[in-house]
């Protein structure tokens, strides 16, 4: 879906870049929205033309798996070449993001200080572990990750992650990043007509982009959002009061939380389950059904399981667990989720899988509908994976 | 320049490279550099010429209807030429080093050079 005339939607945390600053952050988008259009396009006929031959005449039978693909295609010069050109594409799309928070850096946490009306909250815990599979590697290779401090109070990471994604998803997850927070909401209106929870948690919230949607929704609710990293909170926290919207942010764990059993209606995330671990997820997965009312549903957006994909598709969408920094993307892509739901509890007659359309969905011709790496927004849907209490 | 600390340039991680000579992925990396950079001059260009066309000082279409004279559009050619040169140098000095210059008389490789420079009797 061509977004090209779309802007992100300013808020009072955004950092408002110089002429040349937005001209570089407008290059990265375009480059990447090129790589999509005219490179992307060309792996798989390099792949029907001349590796799939190669690999059924080498053989002696068509490929079925992605790991029948990955040797002979990753030799192949054009899949070489949009490979490089991508990461580039990353590397070149945090440094423009940077730009604009590092030069105002002490302007912008000023500004994340000043609430007017708090209508919110933000619990910090400076006690709190920061997860080993979260430093390992800096996540989708943002230098410094989530949690790297430069100042006290530092907001960095967060304004960056902000700005980042909307270049990522080049526009096609909406002014506000929302896409995902809204497509679970209107699946959730189509297959649970009158659903009014009270009570809502986002796990692994970043900026609060997935969040704000469900306060839209349902403002009568209490909204939580909780996320690991600091200066992600504090940021989160900030932009929803510029929003006016009143989410109450606490730095915790999801594997581990300090609330009650049996208190949530509804517990969600969006593209969190990758960016944790073997370990980590099964304790996830595990407090969604301790702190789900009986009745409630968690649902976790991601991007689709292997499973019954073709082998290129699924070999294409593994590139960002070696190449993107997220190394828990593969194994996470390749999970039995009706186990992991029923080792936690949940009935397995009350688990799913499903796709729900992407709610700024809008050419569906247009689009590829295809998860691929470096098209984060591009699919036209998203894969949600959940289960009632 | 601020006074702010500078945020983390590379991200934490091993970096893949994807051609079998990894200096094409860093030169890539580098062309894509250039390509931002000159992509950034020009929206700016963009942004001179529209303040300019608003303020009646000229507009794209004195752009599109200048009309160089001779001199000027040889002196572009001119610029032209060298900046090209500036580029391709290392193609042509390859040959240059080839061809050798008529003044010399020896050949020699840089081996050839510094044994003889190392050499005591000479």
Same mark, same amino acid.
């Given at each position: 879906m061509d977004m090209t005339g779309l802007e992100q939607g300013a808020h009072g945390m955004l950092p408002e870049p110089t002429h040349d600053e937005?001209?570089?952050?407008?290059?990265?988008?375009s480059f990447k929205e090129h790589i999509v259009a005219k490179i992307h396009p060309g792996v798989r &006929?390099? +792949?029907?033309?001349?590796v799939q031959p190669e690999i059924t005449k080498t053989t002696g039978k068509a490929? &079925?798996?992605r790991t029948d693909v990955e040797p002979f295609m990753t030799k192949d010069p054009h899949y070489q070449m949009w490979s490089s050109l991508l990461r580039t594409s990353q590397e070149i799309m945090w440094s423009a993001a940077q730009k604009p928070v590092e030069r105002d850096l002490d302007g912008l946490i000023e500004c994340s200080k000043k609430n007017t009306s708090a209508k919110g909250s933000l619990t910090l815990d400076p006690t709190l572990d920061f997860p080993r599979y979260l430093t390992a590697v800096d996540i989708h290779?943002?230098?410094g990750g989530y949690h790297t401090e430069v100042m006290s109070d530092d907001v960095a990471p967060g304004a960056v992650y902000d700005r980042a994604v909307f270049i990522y998803a080049m526009g096609q997850m909406g002014p506000d990043n929302s896409d995902i927070g809204r497509s679970i909401i209107e699946w959730l209106e189509e297959k649970r007509p009158g659903f009014e929870p009270a009570k809502i948690l986002d796990m692994g919230c970043a900026v609060g982009h997935s969040t704000v949607p469900y306060t839209e929704r349902w403002p009568q609710a209490e909204m939580q959002a909780i996320d690991v990293a600091s200066p992600m909170v504090r940021y989160a926290h900030a932009r929803a009061e510029s929003m006016g919207k009143t989410i109450h942010y606490s730095q915790q764990n999801a594997?581990?939380?300090n609330f009650e059993d049996n208190s949530f209606d509804l517990i969600v995330s969006h593209i969190l389950l990758h960016e944790t671990s073997q370990k980590a997820i099964k304790n996830i997965i595990a407090e969604c059904h301790r702190?789900?009312?009986?009745?409630?549903?968690? &649902?976790?957006?991601?991007?689709?399981? +292997?499973?019954?994909?073709?082998a290129f598709d699924a070999f294409m969408l593994d590139w960002d667990t070696i190449n993107n920094n997220e190394p828990f993307w593969r194994r996470s892509h390749e999970l039995d989720l009706k186990k992991l739901a029923t080792d936690s509890g949940f009935d397995p007659e009350k688990e799913f899988e499903e796709m729900a359309s992407s709610a700024f969905q809008v050419a569906k011709a247009k689009r590829s509908n295809k998860f691929q790496g470096g098209d984060f927004g591009g699919g036209g849907f998203w894969f949600l994976y959940g289960a009632e209490k | 320049m601020s006074d702010n600390p500078s945020l983390p340039r590379k991200a934490k991680g091993e970096r893949p490279f994807f051609f079998d000579d990894p200096d094409v992925d860093k #030169? #890539?990396?580098?062309?894509?550099?250039?390509?931002?950079e000159v992509s950034v001059m020009r929206d700016r260009m963009d942004t001179i010429e529209h303040i300019a066309a608003e303020r009646g000082l000229f507009n794209a279409t004195d752009i599109e209807s200048f009309e160089p004279n001779a001199e000027v559009m040889q002196q572009r050619a001119d610029r032209r030429q060298e900046m090209l040169g500036e580029i391709t140098r290392i193609v042509y000095s390859e040959i240059e080093g080839l061809e050798g210059r008529p003044e010399d008389k020896h050949e020699s490789s840089y081996a050839e050079?510094?044994?003889?420079v190392e050499q005591d009797s000479k």
């Open positions: 937005l001209a570089r952050q407008q290059f990265a988008r &006929v390099a +792949y029907d033309k001349r490929p &079925v798996l290779c943002q230098p594997e581990g939380t702190l789900l009312k009986p009745g409630g549903i968690m &649902v976790h957006a991601e991007t689709p399981p +292997y499973a019954g994909m073709d | #030169l #890539l990396a580098m062309l894509m550099g250039l390509a931002g050079a510094m044994s003889l």
